[in-house]
């Protein structure tokens, strides 16, 4: 198996001049990959060109755009532009987000995330090829008939020229389906939540399928778990650090039935505590739903523990395909725990 990569999550800052220097610091410290999130408040593109512009080696991975909100063709534009401003660089992750945020924020409707999603990656690629771009799908008809508009639409082929005809394209899926779609089509795929030990529970069935189905052209399916980090021998206590967050999504990302990460803690195994932090959370009680978060998936999504726990944590992973590693460094001192973790990886 490939060398495991090392990724960050990097967030917009107030100070951009600070962010810039701890962006070089992580690459410095052997960083592979620096992440961006898009969800409601700055946007990822101008964040990753400007993290382009201050760095050498490290991709830049957008982790993820969701895809309602710009049109395919613009989704192509924007990846083969930020791809050439970081020299071929870019990983473009695409997801579909939820309706809260689609429809809340973004005022469209929420509909068709997986049809949409595969003519996105199809639409995408023949831009990067520069092919005239002729699209009929059920979603997306490209140039728009004449009918729904002024008829003056006719196919064009982009102007610039790619840096790269094929760029990687990573799928954030948590649903059979999507998890399906993303094995059959993209390069990689984003899960959340991931606890190796219990993953297959949820997607050894539609991994299978989508991988039977895959183009041999584009390689083995690179598979991204992102996990908060600290290393030590008095570190257990910083997992509960990560409760609010949990507790966010497992219990308010969504009405009840509705919640994508809820059915996933639940098909883990932990199905009344899953419902128990969704009923407290929705009730207006979030320190209770934190509270509420299950010991096991705390420890199970979390990198979190003394040099010998966080070593074997990371061959679990390594045996379920994990081939990104993205980790949140929480500790005391996240250089030297990134440093230390590094060097677990090189030696796996």
């Known amino acids: 198996m490939a060398r495991m990569k090392l990724a960050v999550l990097i ?42 512009a201050v760095t050498e080696r490290v991709e830049l991975a957008a982790h993820v755009l969701p895809i309602y909100p710009r049109t395919p063709a613009l989704t192509a534009m924007t990846a083969a532009g930020l791809d050439h401003l970081s020299g071929g660089r870019f990983i473009l992750g695409l997801g579909a987000s939820g309706p809260q945020v ?91 939540l991931y606890v190796p030990e219990r993953a297959d529970r949820v997607w050894a069935e539609p991994l299978g399928k989508g991988m039977a189905k895959r183009d041999a052209e584009l390689g083995p399916l690179d598979v991204t ?20 967050h949990l507790a966010l999504y497992v219990g308010g990302m969504g009405p009840r039935g509705k919640n994508f990460y ?11 505590e899953a419902a128990q932090v969704q009923d407290l959370y929705l009730d207006g009680k979030r320190d209770e739903a934190a509270a509420a978060i299950p010991a096991d998936l705390l420890e199970g999504t979390s990198l979190i523990g003394d040099e010998a726990y966080v070593r074997d944590r990371l061959a679990a992973h390594r045996e379920q395909g994990v081939t990104i590693l993205q980790v949140d460094p929480i500790g005391a001192d996240p250089l030297a725990d990134l440093r230390r973790l590094r060097a677990l990886l090189d030696d796996l």
């Open 11 to 52: 967030r917009p800052t107030p100070d951009p001049t600070a962010a810039a220097e701890l962006a070089r610091t992580y690459e410095a410290a052997g960083v592979d990959v620096l992440v961006t999130g898009e969800a409601y408040g700055f946007d990822s593109v101008s964040w990753l060109g400007y993290l382009a």
């Open 102 to 192: 689609v429809e809340g924020w973004h005022a469209v409707p929420y509909d068709a995330p997986i049809g949409r999603t595969r003519e996105i990656v199809e639409i995408c690629r023949s831009v990067w090829r520069r092919e005239k771009l002729e699209h009929a799908g059920p979603r997306y008809t490209i140039p728009l008939p004449a009918d729904q508009g002024t008829g003056a639409g006719k196919p064009l082929k982009m102007i610039d020229r790619p840096l790269r005809a094929r760029i990687p394209v990573h799928l954030a899926a948590l649903g059979p389906a999507n998890v399906e779609l993303a094995a059959e089509v993209a390069e990689g795929w984003v899960p959340y």
């Open 225 to 244: 778990a992102a996990v908060p980090m600290a290393i030590g021998t008095d570190v257990t206590h910083l997992r509960d650090a990560d409760r609010a």
């Open 262 to 272: 809820t059915t996933i803690a639940q098909r883990y195994g932990f199905e009344a």
